[in-house]
Structure formats: structure tokens, C-alpha cells
């Protein structure tokens, strides 16, 4: 008669007696396992739309999502809007406050790219560490951790 009533019963099997087997690691209760399915979506948003914040919204980080986007947002806005500076203010016909207006420009420009650029760097960060994280990792990291950044 076999122990447990079956051949093998409460004895390791081949696979789990071999050389560096390790149990599985398990979540903690409450952890959601489903979680890692938003892993693939939120790491191709964040390497193409990582400026705006859509990867944070995927993974359910609506204050980090919305941060991204204002900031990103707002400077293509100051960008846009800040070329009409020269001539509104040029139309007074004044040098000196077109030469003013123009290095104005030249500093919302300068500020303007660099947080666009920041924000698509974090996207481009984010979406590259969603990717390369193992499922486990993810979902500890980012469902049961909460990290919103990086």
C-alpha cells in the first residue's frame, strides 16, 4: 500500500526535488493577482505617452496621471501661447519692450521644453521598468505598495 493511498502521494515529484527548485512566491492576502495584466499596456503607454501620464492612469494612479498631464499639458500651452508675445507687444512699437518680450520667450520656451522633456523622461523610465519587472514584482510594487513613481 502506497502512503496517502496513490503512487507518490506526500512525496516530492520529479520537478520539485530538482537542484534549485523554489516554491513559488505567493502574495499577500488583499494583493491582486489580475493586476499584472495592466503591466504590458501601462509599460507601451509610458515609452510612447509617457509625457501625458496615460500609464498612470492604466495602473490606477489618477493624482500622479493627473500631474503628468497638467504639467505636460501646460507647457505645450505656455509654448504655443508665448509665441504671440512678440507681436502683441511689438504692435507699441517700443525696442526696448520687443527685446524684453523676446527673451520672455526665450525663458518660457527654455522652462516649457524642459518640463515636457522631464515628463516624457519619467514616461519613458516608467514604461521601461513596467516592462522588464517580473509579474510578481509588479504587483507587489505597484498594486500592493501603491508606488506612484518609479
Not at 502521494?9 to 493586476?35: I, K, N
Not at 504590458?40 to 509617457?50: D, E, H, S, T
Not at 500651452?77 to 507681436?87: D, R
Amino acid at each position: 500500500m502506497y502512503p496517502g493511498g496513490q503512487p507518490g502521494a506526500g512525496m516530492p515529484g520529479p520537478a520539485m526535488s530538482a537542484p534549485g527548485w523554489q516554491q513559488p512566491p505567493t502574495l499577500p492576502p488583499g494583493a491582486d493577482w489580475g493586476f499584472k495584466d495592466r503591466k504590458i499596456a501601462a509599460g507601451i503607454c509610458g515609452i510612447f505617452f509617457g509625457s501625458l501620464g496615460v500609464h498612470k492612469f492604466i495602473l490606477g494612479y489618477i493624482k500622479e496621471g493627473v500631474i503628468m498631464a497638467l504639467l505636460s499639458v501646460g507647457s505645450y500651452v505656455a509654448f504655443f501661447v508665448s509665441m504671440f508675445i512678440p507681436a502683441i507687444v511689438g504692435a507699441g512699437g517700443s525696442d526696448a519692450a520687443t527685446g524684453a518680450s523676446v527673451v520672455a520667450l526665450f525663458v518660457i520656451w527654455g522652462i516649457a521644453w524642459l518640463v515636457i522633456m522631464a515628463m516624457y523622461i519619467i514616461g519613458l523610465v516608467e514604461g521601461i521598468i513596467y516592462l522588464t519587472k517580473s509579474d510578481y514584482d509588479f504587483v507587489m510594487r505597484y498594486s500592493v505598495h501603491h508606488r506612484g513613481w518609479f
